[in-house]
């Protein structure tokens, strides 16, 4: 833009077959009627092109000569129609009329007189034997003129870390410049828009932040508010700097829940250049948006939801006045779910610092926090996002989380043999062997001889290194060997604490021949009377059962009371060291009827 009309024109090399409009009949001029030349080439090749105008003045005369070059094989005829214009006129040469020879060119003068300091359009019309063409004529105006490089070169620089390049930019033009920039990542500039006056500069900044390594390449585009474009190339180079982790895998100690452990690593920096890193969950930036895409789309529901069934449980109008700020409320609470959600923070292997900054040639320590909230093995992988690292470091952590550690004195009590309908009573030692409170509970048993046992307390909290004496009472109608597993479930540990019980209920008649050989008068007396140390071992429901053998009516509720009494009066004092465990034997069971 800066060269005369002359200068461009002398640096025009390049031509260009020009826009045919029309076909003629060549009958009709010449008796050639054939030619060498297809029917979409024009006869003639016009230089240069297009005719150009520039950096002119008001009132002065320019010139341009144009050449139509003969391009077939026999001499042909053309001539310039010359279209009404008050600044544009056409000079033909003396032998206008005659034929050019093959090869040869015709040579018009194209005179151009401007009135204002504006772009003009126009076109000469160019007619041979066979068709007509156009030379289009362009007169450029004023023109902002930003002195731009024609390419700019950064410097090598570490991946995801900003390299900036500062430009000082003046409008060499002759009108004021108003302007677009604009390219594509890695490359970025500010500002994107602007207006310089004429002789007038300002600073351009482009950035070049890499996010992987190799060679970068864009163009920058430089728009004029004319309509004008510039292409600048740019380049960059990226390549990944010695930084990284001291270790790879984390063991963290077992750890008691509610409690808290920690382990140290290490970022070293061995470069010359200062690096930022913050811990993420992802391994790479692609699944983090997916993961962050899915989460939004999740609460966004949430929220429609809860808007839904507002308006339908609200038809107050100055209730539904307050929507929009509700739903603005509503919005600010998802970014901050979704920020939660995503981070590091609140969960059972916490980073800290989280992010930061290391100096060149320097180390940075970030704490393994271990809080388990569970009694369970914890398995994870962190990703540490590094500036000058193409992708994201590994760091895995493994834990384990322990629980109350409770357990009975006993896992295991054989209780022997039991009549049924007698009441057995034992103590359970429980202890808390750990270094955190345990709180236990029994869990409901789901069978019948299980729903026999009773705990007092069946319910607790015991400090550590303490142990609690628990109640067991049992008592069945049920005859036969049991064997019953009962569960206390301890809050933080998945597996319950188990304690198993084993006996064989009978009914204890040790009679040597059956009741129907005894007789009615037997079982009758045995429950009125009594007299049969055998039967006095029976409980009465066992006893109501022999005489219901012989008759369907039990005997008078007053006999059945005196013998109870007396039964009362002859029963020894019950033993507390009956039963015992084949294993520990630490209960003290009572037996009564």
């Known amino acids: 833009m800066c060269q005369t009309t002359e200068e461009r024109l002398s640096n025009t090399y390049e031509v260009h077959p020009p826009r045919i409009l029309e076909l003629l009949d060549m009958s009709e001029a010449t008796h050639h009627k054939f030619s060498s030349l297809d029917l979409d080439q024009a006869m003639f090749q016009p230089y240069p092109s297009e005719i150009v105008f520039q950096n002119y003045s008001p009132f002065k005369t320019y010139k341009v000569h144009l050449e139509l070059r003969n391009s077939d094989k026999v001499p042909r005829l053309v001539k310039v129609i010359e279209e009404d214009s008050l600044y544009f006129k056409v000079v033909s040469p003396l032998d206008a009329s005659k034929k050019v020879a093959p090869g040869m060119a015709s040579t018009f003068t194209i005179l151009f007189t401007p009135q204002e300091n504006k772009d003009y359009i126009h076109r000469l019309l160019c007619v041979t034997e066979r068709e007509k063409f156009e030379v289009p004529i362009r007169a450029i105006g004023p023109r902002a003129i930003l002195d731009f490089p024609d390419s700019l070169h950064f410097q090598i620089c570490p991946v995801k870390c900003l390299s900036q390049r500062t430009l000082l930019v003046r409008n060499i033009g002759n009108c004021e410049a108003k302007f677009q920039l604009s390219t594509r990542s890695p490359f970025s ?306 597996e319950p604490v188990i304690v198993t019980f084993r006996a064989t209920l009978s009914d204890g008649d040790h009679h040597v021949i059956c009741v129907s050989c005894l007789g009615e008068e037997h079982a009758a007396l045995a429950l009125a009377d009594g007299g049969c140390p055998h039967c006095e071992l029976m409980a009465m429901a066992t006893l109501r059962t022999r005489l219901a053998v012989f008759t369907e009516t039990a005997p008078p509720p007053a006999a059945a009371s005196r013998r109870k009494k007396r039964r009362a009066q002859r029963a020894p004092e019950p033993s507390l060291s009956r039963q015992s465990s084949p294993v520990r034997p630490l209960a003290s069971p009572a037996s009564s009827v």
């Open 189 to 494: 500039v500010e500002p994107s828009v602007g207006t310089l006056d004429v002789g007038q500069s300002m600073q351009v900044t482009v950035e070049f932040l890499p996010k992987t390594t190799g060679d970068h390449s864009q163009v920058l585009l430089l728009h004029y508010h004319s309509g004008e474009d510039i292409q600048i190339t740019l380049y960059g180079d990226s390549t990944d700097i010695n930084v990284g982790l001291d270790k790879n895998c984390v063991m963290l100690e077992k750890t008691y829940i509610s409690l808290a452990t920690y382990r140290k690593v290490a970022i070293m920096n061995r470069s010359d250049s200062i690096v930022h890193y913050q811990w993420k969950n992802f391994a790479t930036e692609e699944e983090e948006e997916r993961d962050k895409l899915r989460l939004s789309s999740e609460l966004h529901q949430e929220v429609d939801d809860e808007m839904e069934q507002f308006l339908t449980e609200n038809t107050d109008p100055s209730l539904q006045a307050c929507l929009s700020q509700f739903s603005n409320t509503l919005q600010e609470g998802l970014v901050q779910i979704q920020q939660q959600l995503l981070s590091l923070d609140d969960q059972d292997i916490i980073m800290r610092p989280l992010k930061g900054e290391i100096w060149p040639n320097s180390t940075a320590e970030v704490n393994i926090i271990f809080k388990p909230q569970e009694a369970r093995i914890y398995q994870q992988t962190v990703y540490c996002e590094i500036t000058g690292r193409e992708s994201r470091l590994p760091l895995g952590i493994q834990g384990e989380g322990v629980g109350p550690k409770l357990q009975f004195s006993f896992d295991f009590l054989d209780m022997g043999n039991i009549v049924i309908g007698s009441k057995q009573s034992y103590k359970l030692l429980l202890s808390n062997k750990g270094l955190i409170n345990g709180a236990y509970k029994l869990v409901q048993p789901s069978t019948v001889l299980g729903l026999c046992f009773s705990f007092n307390p069946s319910e607790g909290m015991i400090p550590p290194g303490v142990s609690k004496t628990l109640e067991v009472h049992f008592s069945s109608d049920k005859l036969g060997v049991i064997s019953e597993e009962l569960n206390f479930s301890v809050v933080g540990n998945p």
